[in-house]
């Protein structure tokens, strides 16, 4: 951390409620006590009056916080983060990240926050037609006070919705829509849940411990992207040569392995729990990938394969779909 960035947040610090001895503002700002004796020296000269109370370090009341300096590489990052499509796709985070940009810009040392260079991200569109305000304030609510959310939730695969009670652990974003992660009756199991399938909610007045053992990371770390399981499978897949570099240039899954093969075709591995998902992702890449195990995946693709066929097979000589 820069040393103008420490005295930053060394002001803020003091500026909050809290006793803040040298030694928890050392471990708060990732120094010694002996720079925070320094830094405590360079806000007096910059100014910045404090004091000690016996118990803690504390500004002024009278005392101005410097102005915020921010490069340009900070005001790209800002930028990119309050118009992300996490953000953007979240309706009380995107009235929330507008205010935040106001404060920073008030608080800016030339008054600008965002960067001259034009980055931005393209955002494709999408319009989640579910996605209720109100859900995510629940939510936001049962994440802060530990508080059991009941759903009535629809899931994909079933007619009607269901009722379930949350033990709400984490809310994120991922491929394109945001979900809540926690442990759920009546499964009694951890469970994620697509938020704009959420039909109703409402903060029950019992309350939950959470699990210090989850970790989101780590409980997705053995999913292909968002379902994880309990038993991991080598998938072992052939791409031909002209989707080859689809595989060599990133790295898709934390166990991915790659083998190139003399023909310029790619023998392309990895270890997941739940193969659907990697099916769906391998048959929109058509005939230029080969599974080559397990086999019961391979058989599903064969036998979506088939399905296809005969679904498209049923074309008049125009090319038009035949009227059965």
């Not at 370090?57 to 300096?69: D, G, Q, R, T």
């Not at 205010?99 to 608080?107: C, T």
């Not at 399938?197 to 903060?203: G, N, V």
Request: proline fraction near 5%.
């Amino acid at each position: 951390m820069k040393k103008v960035e420490r005295v930053f947040l060394l002001a803020n610090l003091l500026n909050k409620s809290g006793n803040w001895t040298s030694r928890n503002l050392a471990k708060r700002l990732e120094c010694s006590e002996r720079q925070i004796y320094r830094d405590l020296a360079d806000l007096s000269r910059m100014g910045v009056p404090y004091y000690h109370d016996g118990k803690g370090y504390k500004l002024h009341s009278e005392a101005a916080i410097p102005p915020l300096f921010l490069s340009k590489e900070e005001r790209m990052a800002i930028g990119l983060a309050l118009s992300s499509v996490s953000v953007s796709r979240n309706p009380v985070l995107a009235k929330a990240s507008q205010s935040a940009f106001h404060k920073l810009q008030a608080s800016a040392e030339d008054g600008r926050i965002l960067s001259d260079i034009p980055v931005e991200e393209a955002q494709t569109f999408r319009k989640d037609l579910y996605l209720n305000p109100y859900h995510f304030q629940k939510i936001f609510q049962a994440l802060e006070k530990k508080q059991i959310l009941e759903l009535q939730y629809h899931p994909l695969e079933d007619p009607k919705p269901l009722k379930v009670q949350v033990c709400s652990y984490a809310l994120f974003y991922r491929r394109h829509h945001w979900y809540l992660a926690g442990w759920a009756e009546p499964f009694q199991d951890i469970r994620l849940f697509r938020v704009d399938r959420i039909r109703e909610s409402k903060l029950l007045k019992a309350r939950f411990k959470p699990d210090s053992q989850f970790d989101l990371q780590k409980y997705l770390e053995n999913a292909w992207d968002m379902f994880p399981g309990q038993t991991v499978q080598t998938v072992t897949v052939k791409f031909s040569p002209s989707l080859a570099r689809l595989v060599t240039e990133t790295v898709r899954h934390p166990s991915q392995k790659i083998v190139e093969q003399s023909d310029g075709s790619v023998l392309w591995s990895v270890c997941v729990a739940n193969l659907d998902e990697v099916r769906w992702w391998l048959m929109g890449l058509g005939s230029g990938v080969e599974v080559l195990e397990p086999f019961p995946l391979r058989k599903k693709i064969l036998e979506e394969a088939e399905k296809m066929v005969c679904l498209y097979s049923k074309t008049d000589r125009n090319g038009q779909r035949a009227v059965i």
